[in-house]
């Protein structure tokens, strides 16, 4: 799949597709019916089937104290996006320069001069351009004016519940991984690159995979049992997402010990994938308590393992 950083990027060769544009964080099931309708008419129309996303997300720049944590990060989506059959991942850098534009240069300058779209799917909740003017009739007009097709995109319900990246934040928030499960269509999981740590697990006797949470908030806090896939391989193990408040930590970041693994991981990608949740994440008194906890959560965590064949 093309990876298109930045509008400058926009090449002549990337006139012509059938386009979305959104968030997708987290790629759920709604989203997932979005990408069959984007494919599928793609084909219809032999043209590339594209996905226009915004880094940082829109919220992210206006309020980024109180921005929602994220579900998945860019790399993430383009991998999700992948397997779903898109050709082309269109990454705008979304600043205020961008967010100040009106709807008109919006659809004028880049969706029908730099990309030539000939049709979008697009929710008809969706909002662009200075002060959020430009809206799903706009886009309707503009598509008869310019020659490109637009289709609204339902909300995707469920049990009369809609699916969406906020409910699946608050699924897991209320530490609910089956409800996430359900609304994502896959367990929930972290992706990331092993960085060197401060070697504190292997000190503790449980030496540590260490993922940095390349975002301003993680939608999960705590202690789980997880399955680890990395090289086409998976180990169970148990993961901390938090502070590391007893060692005095300060940015969030995942800490997985993989049972029985030995070997170096350092600069691998691993994706982790959430079991169950065992417990809150806690400062202790003393190394020796964290220890002591430590032990019986990975006693527990083999024990759930075993369970599961």
Do not use: W
Request: charged share 25%.
């Amino acid at each position: 799949m093309q990876l298109v950083r930045g509008i400058h990027n926009i090449r002549d060769a990337h006139n012509g597709c059938v386009l979305t544009i959104g968030n997708f964080d987290g790629v759920h099931l709604g989203h997932q019916r979005v990408i069959k309708a984007l494919v599928a008419k793609a084909k219809e129309m032999n043209l590339m089937p594209a996905v226009m996303v915004f880094e940082p997300q829109p919220q992210e720049l206006f309020n980024p104290q109180s921005a929602p944590a994220r579900l998945s990060r860019l790399r993430d989506k383009y991998s999700l996006l992948k397997e779903l059959g898109v050709k082309r991942l269109i990454c705008v850098n979304f600043n205020f320069a961008f967010a100040a534009q009106s709807p008109e240069q919006f659809v004028e300058q880049l969706l029908v001069q730099k990309l030539g779209v000939k049709h979008l799917i697009i929710g008809d909740d969706f909002r662009f351009g200075k002060n959020r003017l430009g809206d799903f009739s706009m886009l309707q007009r503009a598509g008869q004016t310019f020659g490109f097709g637009v289709t609204d995109t339902k909300s995707f319900k469920l049990d009369q519940c809609r699916i969406s990246s906020t409910e699946i934040r608050k699924a897991l928030q209320q530490d609910d991984l089956a409800e996430a499960q359900t609304m994502l269509g896959r367990k929930y999981s972290i992706r990331g690159r092993v960085v060197h740590g401060d070697k504190q697990g292997r000190h503790l006797g449980f030496p540590t995979a260490n993922v940095l949470l390349k975002r301003c908030v993680s939608p999960i806090r705590g202690v789980y049992i997880v399955q680890t896939h990395l090289d086409g391989l998976s180990f169970f193990g148990i993961a901390n997402i938090g502070s590391r408040p007893t060692v005095r930590g300060t940015r969030q970041q995942l800490e997985v010990h993989i049972f029985d693994f030995k070997g170096d991981l350092y600069g691998k990608q691993i994706e982790v994938v959430l079991l169950h949740k065992l417990r809150d994440e806690q400062r202790f008194a003393s190394i020796s308590e964290l220890t002591a906890q430590i032990s019986r959560d990975a006693e527990q965590a083999r024990q759930y393992c075993q369970q599961l064949g």
